[in-house]
């Protein structure tokens, strides 16, 4: 139930209304329609094109989730970003050093012109990398693999361009959450605490047995695996010793164990005392109970629904054990289940920017993306590659205010402005008067989620309010209207549920 | 009725107290101030965020203590580096600009402000001084209850302004919804459609009666009606301020230049939040915080003259927060890690300036770190009763007197 027995102090709960089924995660066997699909396929995936749409309605659930599940390879999209420079060029370090040997001055003019152009070639790879993924998100044949990479981009979250993380040090740290998108988290853990770029964003490639530094193994297991209140600030103190020389080579960019640097000494974590690793660490927190059950609340908060039921969280956690952190089998269980396709989760959620943005690429047909959209993507609060912090995107209610609205507005309006072809979504030939013109227009957009009044107010806009003499749609404002009532509806709150 | 007391320290522990008036050495008794909603000098508070948990011990530098130096060999700053306030504290000599309106009186140091039992992650310990609420999570700011409580008309669009990209959760409240606006160039609905799709679009954005029923759904109604008549009101009622003198090419900058307009537009907007950052500086701190901090310094100067040349400067009082100091002895990475207690700023023509509390002991540690000598919801009391003049009831929970900083 919604906050109706809470506390005036207590949070607001985005929970849906109503009660958690008797038997939430067994297959779903209800209706399955235009609508259900569309579901599906914006939860699974960044949603669907019309025909996408229709073919899922057609094909029914199971076969629909078998698609997404058993996902074809994705060989055929670029594997990686154009690039702008070398690597040397991006680093400039063997030229800094140079130059730093002969002038010893840090102020010197020439290293400071090579500091703005090394920054100016890192900012332009930035650019390249948020491009490459937005572009496998549109074309991908395999939806659910890049919608859970994204996932756990926001689980693991790692900023570009940011904490000396540069060039394609966060193309392959998403490389290895693609990698692991249906594999075992377990095991992607492992390859995160190794990872260059996690190791310099958190900065573990400089914990050291001398002065060790805590801040991947705060965020370990305060953001990554547990939660708040399931360690002590004793652990944190320890695992970060056990970290100690964990770190990549300069030369290769390989991961690297500095023996020298490891504190080798005993350490007691989570009640386990020995000479314990880095690995050893991991291993100990995925034998915790608060481990699935960490991975269970924030899979069901992306996927799902906000707030989910301790019941719900329970179950889910149940699965993720019972598979040993094997994901493609409790996706394959949870996008099959009654509670996604319960009426409580249909557009229980809020699309994020991304999901918004590749959407309605996909619903009016743009073929590609281009660098333009990162400032808008900016402008509705996110840009992938960007989290605001390690902590990811808090998601929900949080990526709502009047800015980021008035930012997806604007969005929607500058689509339907430049080049978008209402062919593409009209489907044949052009409807015949307002009245159908609006319904295949909330069909399409909002699989029919507009109440009566708004159909009218569309119609009625359609209509041109008199300006027109009449309402049959044709003649040369024919096409400026219909781009405007898609607008419209996607400026109604529908709209931005995913 | 027991007798009000800050809590000045809590180590290994023990609870040491003392009256305010030792603390502080004042008479605590202000003249009653007009409460909210006032006239056309209302009182403004703007709240800036230093992001990441600021390095106090390299901000407010405590050159006068040994322990100082021994903790920190590659970052301390030089006894003769320092901008001295006198023989125990002195200024980050980035912070020069500060320093200037520190000597004019403009600018009180809070130190050593924390709380008990402080929480070392960045994400639960900004939630508690965003919160004020360190024993458990209610869901609502500080300012957002301040605002509710304080009989501003909720029809007011503009009774609070978040400059940030994502409303930040002191903002939060239960009557009083409060606008996010990154820049004031991008609020603003770019349809040049007609008046018909104006009108359907008015009508459109507020469609709840949908066919599904959805958590979000009235949330997402509201935000969408209010960012379309703010959008349209807020450029226009701005547009008459012309600001003086040059502000920094920053993002606090520019977030401090729309604030003055804001504050000098007279819009009825009580406190603005800025926020600026990231500070978390676990590795070469050096170069990060002192760009930061002149960034601040020059950012605030800039503001205050710009405020002062409107005849506003007296009515804007600005407070820094951070989540938490950093850990004294840094660490082998010339950076710091997350620590306790950290100094406060109070800036404005309307306050007493000077230091106020006392620094933290660096010899008596808490696991490494320095621990607090005020509670920083004396500061938030502070700034509701003596500069809002407004009871803290139903916005700090629990016994804060405030302190004698503010000018009656």
Not at chain 2, 48 to 62: I, R, S
Not at chain 2, 128 to 137: L, V
């Amino acid at each position: 139930m919604t906050d109706v027995n809470q506390s005036p102090s207590s949070p607001p709960s985005f929970r849906p209304a109503g009660r958690l089924p008797a038997e939430p995660l067994a297959a779903y066997t209800g209706a399955w329609d235009v609508r259900r699909a569309a579901h599906l396929l914006r939860r699974a995936g960044f949603g669907g094109s019309p025909a996408e749409v229709a073919r899922a309605a057609a094909a029914g659930m199971d076969r629909s989730v078998d698609a997404l599940v058993q996902f074809p390879a994705t060989d055929s999209l670029p594997s990686g970003p154009e690039l702008v420079a070398d690597a040397d060029a991006l680093s400039m370090l063997p030229a800094l050093r140079a130059r730093l040997t002969d002038a010893g001055d840090p102020g010197n003019a020439a290293l400071l012109t090579m500091r703005r152009e090394r920054n100016r070639l890192r900012r332009e790879q930035d650019r390249a990398n948020v491009t490459w993924w937005l572009g496998r998100m549109l074309a991908t044949p395999a939806p659910l693999q890049e919608k859970v990479t994204l996932y756990l981009h926001g689980h693991f979250a790692t900023a570009d361009n940011q904490k000396n993380v540069y060039g394609l040090d966060i193309v392959e740290q998403n490389q290895l959450l693609r990698r692991y998108a249906l594999g075992n988290w377990r095991e992607l853990t492992h390859a995160i605490a190794r990872d260059r770029a996690m190791l310099k964003w958190l900065d573990n490639a400089r914990n050291v047995k001398a002065h060790p530094n805590e801040n991947f193994a705060r965020e370990l297991m305060e953001l990554f695996t547990l939660g708040i209140g399931n360690y002590t600030e004793t652990d944190v103190r320890e695992s970060a010793r056990a970290f100690t020389g964990y770190t990549f080579a300069p030369r290769t960019g390989q991961f690297y164990f500095n023996a020298a640097r490891h504190d080798d000494g005993p350490k007691t974590f989570l009640g386990h005392t020995g000479d314990l690793d880095g690995d050893d660490v991991i291993d100990v927190i995925f034998a915790q109970p608060a481990a699935p059950k960490y991975f269970a609340r924030r899979l069901l908060e992306f996927f799902v629904y906000s707030d989910p039921e301790p019941e719900l969280v329970d179950a889910l956690a149940a699965l993720i054990r019972k598979n040993d952190f094997n994901m493609a089998p409790v996706f394959s269980t949870l996008l099959r289940s009654n509670v996604l396709f319960s009426d409580r989760a249909y557009r229980a959620l809020v699309k994020s920017p991304i999901e918004f943005v590749i959407g309605s690429y996909k619903l009016f047909g743009v073929p590609d993306v281009t660098p333009d959209v990162i400032p808008v993507l900016g402008r509705m609060g996110q840009i992938p590659f960007h989290p605001p912090s390690v902590k990811g995107w808090d998601g929900g209610a949080q990526w709502l205010n009047t800015q980021t609205v008035l930012a997806r507005e604007n969005f929607a309006s500058s689509l339907m402005t430049a080049g978008m072809q209402s062919k593409s979504f009209l489907g044949g030939g052009p409807p015949a008067n307002a009245r159908d013109a609006s319904l295949l227009l909330t069909g399409t957009i909002l699989q029919g989620d507009a109440s009566a009044a708004s159909l009218q107010n569309l119609e009625a806009y359609l209509d041109g309010h008199g300006t027109s003499a009449n309402g049959t749609l044709s003649g040369e404002n024919y096409e400026e209207r219909i781009r405007g009532a898609a607008y419209l509806a996607m400026a109604m709150p529908a709209y931005q549920l995913g | 009725m027991q007798r009000s007391r800050f809590i000045i320290g809590a180590l290994a522990g023990l609870t040491v107290a003392a009256n305010a008036d030792d603390l502080f050495g004042a008479a605590l008794a202000q003249p009653a101030l007009p409460g909210l909603p006032g006239g056309a000098n209302d009182r403004v508070l703007i709240v800036v965020n230093l992001q990441g948990g600021n390095d106090g011990l390299n901000t407010v530098v405590p050159h006068g203590m040994p322990a100082y130096y021994k903790y920190r060999p590659t970052l301390g700053i030089a006894p003769n580096d320092v901008l001295r306030i006198d023989a125990t504290i002195g200024l980050n000599p980035a912070l020069a600009s500060l320093k200037g309106m520190f000597d004019r009186g403009q600018v009180a140091i809070v130190q050593g402000a924390g709380y008990p039992d402080p929480d070392h992650s960045h994400f639960r310990s900004t939630e508690i001084w965003q919160t004020a609420e360190p024993e458990h999570y209610g869901g609502t700011g500080w300012v957002g209850r301040f605002l509710d409580e304080s009989d501003l008309p909720a029809t007011n669009l503009f009774n609070a302004v978040a400059l940030a990209p994502v409303l930040p959760e002191v903002m939060i409240g239960r009557r009083i919804d409060v606008p996010a606006i990154g820049a004031l160039h991008a609020y603003g609905l770019s349809s040049d459609g007609d008046a018909g799709e104006r009108a359907t679009f008015t009508s459109l954005v507020r469609d709840d009666r949908v066919p599904f029923s959805s958590p979000y759904l009235a949330t997402v109604a509201t935000i969408e009606d209010h960012a379309q008549r703010g959008s349209e009101e807020l450029p226009k009622l701005v547009a008459g301020y012309a600001p003086s003198g040059a502000y920094p090419a920053t993002g606090l900058g520019r977030s401090l230049a729309l604030a003055a307009q804001i504050v000098g537009s007279r819009l009825g907007t009580r406190v603005v939040y800025v926020q600026h950052g990231s500070f978390d500086t676990h590795a070469a701190q050096k170069p990060t915080q002192d760009r930061l901090l002149r960034e601040l310094g020059d950012a605030l100067k800039a503001f205050y003259d710009d405020l002062a040349a409107h005849g506003n400067d007296k009515r804007v009082l600005t407070m820094t927060f951070s989540e938490f100091g950093r850990r004294l002895a840094e660490n082998g990475s010339r950076g710091t890690d997350h620590g306790e207690a950290a100094p406060m700023f109070l800036i404005g023509g309307g306050l007493k300036g000077g230091v106020y509390g006392s620094h933290p002991s660096l010899d008596r540690l808490d696991n490494g770190d320095a621990t607090f000598t005020v509670d920083f919801r004396n500061v938030y009391a502070t700034v509701i009763e003596k500069w809002f003049g407004r009871p803290v009831t139903g916005v700090i929970a629990g016994s804060f007197p405030a302190m004698p900083v503010i000018l009656g």
